[in-house]
């Protein structure tokens, strides 16, 4: 398990699961957190069983659908309701969001003053329909007074994409992708957040950029090992 390296620790709660600490057997070993990849669904509750362990109140979990879909977590939310969204924003407290993934960016927002915070799932498609200026727009506060952190994904020499990936994106293009051969780009997904984020005037930005493709012993990677299990990201107000 790892936590948020940023100023916001006292006011907000984070959690970054690695793939290490469940029950799960190759190839979703060990803390698999997903019930969609294959993996035996007893394993996958235990390995929920044993997250619930670091949180005070029930999580909120999204089936994500790599849209651009927020969903607002307040009094009359329902955590036993499935929603299909890729982002949770909320005001309450304890009420800990999460987003699953395997080289997708995990992207923690929370405000200066603790008061809201929103988890998105920052896959390129996503990204590229608007999430995270959706997302910000729940917010209360000015653009200045949130800080966001991101999770493990796949780092910049491992997210080859296509000319339908960059042509996906504006101004982002020229700082976060890479011509290597005809038709094929190295995209830095980390960086092409950073540039969306700034955009709509969110510049404190934290994490340690962890990539999941090359680190195996710690992070499941769709793009590596196609069937894996999920990591899981989430923050609550304390």
Not at 13 to 35: I, K, Q, W
Not at 39 to 58: F, K, Q, S
Request: glycine share 8%; net charge negative; with cysteine.
């Amino acid at each position: 398990m790892q936590l948020a390296q940023w100023p916001l620790s006292q006011l907000v709660g984070t959690l970054s699961t690695t793939r290490e600490g469940g029950v799960s057997l190759p190839p979703f070993d060990s803390l698999n957190l997903a019930f969609h990849v294959g993996d035996n669904a007893e394993h996958v509750a235990e390995n929920r069983r044993i997250l619930h362990g670091y949180v005070a109140n029930p999580i909120v979990w999204l089936e994500q659908v790599h849209g651009a879909e927020v969903v607002v977590v307040d009094e009359q939310f329902e955590v036993a309701q499935v929603h299909q969204a890729d982002a949770l924003y909320t005001r309450q407290r304890q009420a800990p969001l999460a987003i699953m993934t395997a080289d997708c960016l995990p992207i923690l927002l929370a405000s200066k003053n603790g008061e809201e915070v929103a988890a998105i799932h920052g896959g390129w498609k996503p990204l590229a329909a608007g999430i995270i200026a959706k997302t910000l727009a729940k917010f209360q506060c000015a653009p200045e007074e949130i800080c966001a952190w991101f999770g493990p994904a796949i780092g910049p020499d491992a997210f080859e994409v296509g000319e339908d990936v960059v042509q996906a994106f504006g101004a982002q293009r020229s700082t976060a992708f890479t011509a290597t051969k005809a038709g094929k780009y190295l995209g830095n997904i980390f960086a092409l957040a950073e540039a969306l984020l700034a955009e709509q005037g969110v510049t404190d930005c934290y994490g340690e950029k962890h990539c999941t493709v090359s680190m195996p012993e710690h992070y499941f990677s769709y793009r590596r090992d196609k069937t894996t299990g999920r990591m899981a990201t989430l923050i609550w107000r304390k």
